[in-house]
């Protein structure tokens, strides 16, 4: 059964930081494409950043290019989000995301994951 679990959520003031975690019980780990979605109430999911080991390439959402990092232990099985400079509109649930590499890989289309994980609150307060 796989299980992705977020931690590291938490309530912080413009231009602090969080990093944010996400355990995978997958086999075959480093075969997957991994992303950190956000949503809030009644929105669409957004995608924030993704990552493929597999050829090493990296995305980011352009809201968040140059203050969040993704990176991921593939022997741990961990994908994380190092989030600096947070603003309120960053202000979501965040979630983890995993699917089978594939062309699209590393994508942030939500409609292109399997897996997802119940998600961790970030909020910053200005």
């Known amino acids: 059964q796989v299980q992705l679990v977020e931690s590291g959520g938490g309530s912080v003031q413009a231009g602090g930081s969080l990093r944010l975690s996400c355990a995978a019980s997958l086999s075959a780990y480093s075969g997957y494409c991994m992303a950190w979605f956000r949503q809030l109430p009644g929105k669409e999911r957004e995608g924030v950043a993704a990552?493929?080991?597999?050829?090493?390439?990296?995305d980011y959402a352009d809201s968040v290019n140059s203050r969040f990092t993704i990176s991921q232990d593939n022997a741990k099985k961990m994908l994380y989000l190092q989030m600096n400079n947070l603003k309120p509109e960053d202000t979501a649930m965040y979630h983890c995301a995993a699917k089978w590499r594939g062309a699209s890989c590393p994508s942030l289309l939500f409609s292109e994951y399997e897996y997802w994980g119940q998600g961790t609150q970030v909020t910053v307060s200005s």
């Open positions: 990552i493929y080991s597999g050829s090493g390439y990296i």
